[in-house]
């Protein structure tokens, strides 16, 4: 675990110098993780420059997917089992990938919302995904992931006319355990509440941040 937040700390330390924000995309299976970086890319492609880093415990199918919408790269991380990305996955993917021709990065990390919470890649801000599938109190029930996410994006709010989900409540359990979390809502299968999704993203590009004076750290 040092190990991985020295690596972290390269990594922070290489987007810093490039200008380039990294958000790492975190959620349990099938919130929609993939499909909100297709519909980014293919919406956002001709603006800015994307990179893509994604994880799965199996297969290269979510990069094959990710890769359909873009030029830009995107690299297959296959974790054979290990229920997360880590520090040194993302050191490597970096090396592949020429920061200084990018505007962000995305990771998209393991459907998994316990291990990622504790492994830090280095990443600007990670972004905690839900669909309105889940519980209202899955916030509550994986306190750390909504305690490290500086976003949550609440997904597939076009299925709430046919799921007792309610989004108030689901606003208030992440509150409960981060009053600072900021929520979208989104569908990515229908578009609904992209457009808002997509000025954040631009805010966050590079350009955008170094005239705003720098990348977080
Ligand atoms: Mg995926």
Redo the contacts with the bound molecule.
């Keep these: 675990m040092e190990r991985n937040d020295a690596l972290a700390r390269g990594v922070r330390e290489r987007l810093g110098l490039s200008g380039v924000p990294a958000f790492n995309l975190v959620s349990s299976p099938g919130s929609g993780?993939?499909l909100l970086l297709e519909r980014t890319l293919r919406d956002l492609g001709d603006e800015l420059r994307i990179a893509v880093i994604?994880g799965?415990v199996q297969t290269q199918n979510?990069a094959d997917r990710i890769a359909r919408w873009t030029q830009d790269l995107v690299q297959a991380v296959v974790t054979g089992g290990a229920c997360h990305l880590d520090a040194s996955q993302v050191t490597d993917a970096l090396d592949a990938i020429d920061l200084d021709a990018l505007d962000l990065v995305f990771i998209?990390n393991v459907?998994n919302l316990v291990c990622p919470a504790s492994w830090d890649l280095g990443e600007t801000a990670k972004v905690v995904l839900f669909s309105v599938t889940e519980g209202e109190d899955k916030p509550l029930k994986y306190p750390k992931m909504f305690q490290k996410a500086r976003y949550a994006v609440l997904n597939k709010i076009d299925l709430l006319p046919y799921v007792p989900f309610e989004v108030e409540k689901a606003k208030a359990c992440a509150r409960e355990v981060n009053p600072t979390i900021e929520f979208f809502l989104t569908s990515a299968l229908t578009g609904e509440g992209l457009d808002v999704w997509y000025d954040f993203v631009r805010s966050q590009a590079k350009d955008s941040i170094l005239a705003a004076g720098g990348v977080e750290t």
């Design positions: 993780k993939t994604t799965d979510d998209e459907g």
